[in-house]
């Protein structure tokens, strides 16, 4: 089994969020749920994939694909509002 077919499907969506450049409370708010969720997802998709950063984990689904990285989970968001996400919130607050 390849790793990324290890995730489940919220940590693709969180993966591929780090990879657009969100921050954890920009994650969670999309995805719902609260930052130290998104810190335990990461943990998880660290050990999975076998990284120890979030720039590893965004190189990781850069060469693995990139936007079409979440294309095969069932609810995928397409291109242009995962990229809309990756913008909303960022004004000047980290």
């Known amino acids: 089994m390849a790793p990324r077919e290890q995730l489940?499907?919220?940590e693709?969506?969180?993966a591929t969020r780090v990879w657009l450049g969100q921050t954890n409370p920009q994650i969670a708010l999309a995805v719902g749920t609260t930052e130290q969720v998104i810190k335990n997802?990461?943990?998880a998709i660290f050990?999975?994939?076998g990284v120890w950063s979030r720039l590893e984990l965004a190189l990781y689904v850069a060469?693995?694909?990139?936007?079409?990285?979440?294309?095969?989970l069932p609810a995928y968001a397409a291109p242009n509002e995962m990229a809309?996400?990756?913008?909303?919130?960022?004004?000047?607050?980290?």
């Open 8 to 10: 489940s499907y919220t």
């Open 47 to 49: 050990d999975k994939l």
């Open 12 to 14: 693709i969506r969180i």
């Open 63 to 72: 060469a693995h694909g990139g936007e079409k990285w979440a294309e095969l």
């Open 41 to 43: 997802h990461l943990r």
């Open 84 to 94: 809309n996400a990756a913008t909303a919130g960022v004004s000047g607050s980290s």
